[in-house]
Structures are given as structure tokens and as C-alpha cells.
């Protein structure tokens, strides 16, 4: 079985930062790609940004220069730090991986339970 646990959501102030963690873990072979997606209500969960397979980042448009991405491979782990926050960028934020597990053949997706950002204008 395998588990993500984010931390770190809550309330803060326009302009104001946060930093999310997300925690992997489980039976795992191999973690592909790790990242952050992000949902409002009413609309679909759009990615954030992740670790591509390469190692390299993505980033959405909205958060580019102001979200940074960071992973620990020792630990699987990877956080997201937050700066220069507005009020579009409240909604739950959700921990993805795509990875193996001893048992799986192939990479699968997997979430966490999501942690809420609210930032208040």
C-alpha cells in the first residue's frame, strides 16, 4: 500500500508564503515523476508544477517565478514553497507520484488527500 501525506496548507495573506511537504510511502520500487496539482471548486484539478522522469521541472504559467519545486529522493519526499501568493492561487493542493510498486509492473498514479491553501486578499 502506498501513501502520500501532505502538510503545510492553511491561511495566509496576499503576498504572504507557504511551504506544502508530501511524505511517500510504502512498498515502492521506483518514483517516476513527483509534483503538484491544485483544485478549485467548480473546475478541474490542473497540475502545478512537477518533476518530469528527466529530473527537469514544469511549472504552470500562473506560479512560474514565484513556486518553487524541491524533492528529496533519500527520503521521497517533495515539497513545494509558495511565495508571493494571491488570492487565485487558493484551493486545495494535492501531492501526486507516479511510480512503482514492488508488485506493479508499471507506473501508476497515486494522490494524496489534498491540504488547503487559502489566501485571503
Known amino acids: 500500500q502506498v501513501q502520500l501525506v501532505e502538510s503545510g496548507g492553511g491561511l495566509v495573506q496576499a503576498g504572504g508564503s507557504l511551504r506544502l511537504s508530501c511524505a511517500v510511502s510504502g512498498r515502492i520500487s521506483s518514483i517516476n515523476q513527483m509534483g503538484w496539482f491544485r483544485q478549485v471548486p467548480g473546475k478541474q484539478r490542473e497540475e502545478v508544477t512537477h518533476f518530469r522522469s528527466t529530473g527537469t521541472q514544469n511549472y504552470a504559467d500562473s506560479v512560474k517565478g514565484r513556486f518553487t519545486i524541491s524533492r528529496d529522493n533519500a527520503k521521497n519526499t517533495v515539497s513545494l514553497q509558495m511565495d508571493s501568493l494571491t488570492p487565485e492561487d487558493t484551493g486545495v493542493y494535492y501531492c501526486?507520484?507516479?511510480?512503482?510498486?514492488?508488485?506493479?509492473?508499471?507506473?501508476?498514479?497515486?494522490w494524496g488527500q489534498g491540504t488547503q491553501v487559502t489566501v485571503s486578499s
Open positions: 501526486w507520484a507516479f511510480l512503482k510498486t514492488i508488485w506493479s509492473a508499471a507506473d501508476e498514479n497515486y
